[in-house]
């Protein structure tokens, strides 16, 4: 069992940056490939990014590429979203997601791919 706690959103101008951070406790954490997902109002949840527990493959959706970064700290079970440039379609409630991974580059990129969820952190971008 791995228990997923999101913060670091906000209200934050176009052009803006944030930092998310998802704190994981439970056993073997380094051995997870973590997700990040967001879902805005009316619309159904996303794939942002996610990074293999490696730390070595990283995916990311078209729309935050070169704009987001995904990171890890295995060592404080905690992973991170850096989020540069925002724009008020970014404006979404962000979900951490977890899954336990055999191979060490695994990088899943739907939401069935994981199997654990925090509950989300809100993230709006005003223009």
């Known amino acids: 069992q791995v228990q997923l706690v999101e913060s670091g959103g906000g209200l934050v101008q176009a052009g803006g940056s944030l930092r998310l951070s998802c704190a994981a406790s439970?056993?073997?954490?380094?051995?997870?490939?973590m997700g990040w997902f967001r879902q805005a109002p009316g619309k159904e949840r996303e794939f942002v990014t996610g990074?293999?527990?490696?730390?070595?493959?990283?995916k990311y959706s078209d729309s935050v590429k070169g704009r987001f970064t995904v990171s890890r700290e295995n060592e404080k079970n905690t992973v991170y979203l850096h989020m540069n440039n925002l724009k008020p379609e970014d404006s979404a409630v962000y979900y951490c997601a977890a899954v336990r991974a055999l191979e060490r580059d695994y990088v899943g990129v739907t939401g069935l791919s994981y199997d654990y969820w925090g509950q989300g952190t809100q993230v709006t971008v005003s223009s």
């Open positions: 439970g056993r073997s954490y380094m051995e997870y490939c």
């Open positions: 990074i293999s527990w490696s730390g070595r493959s990283t």
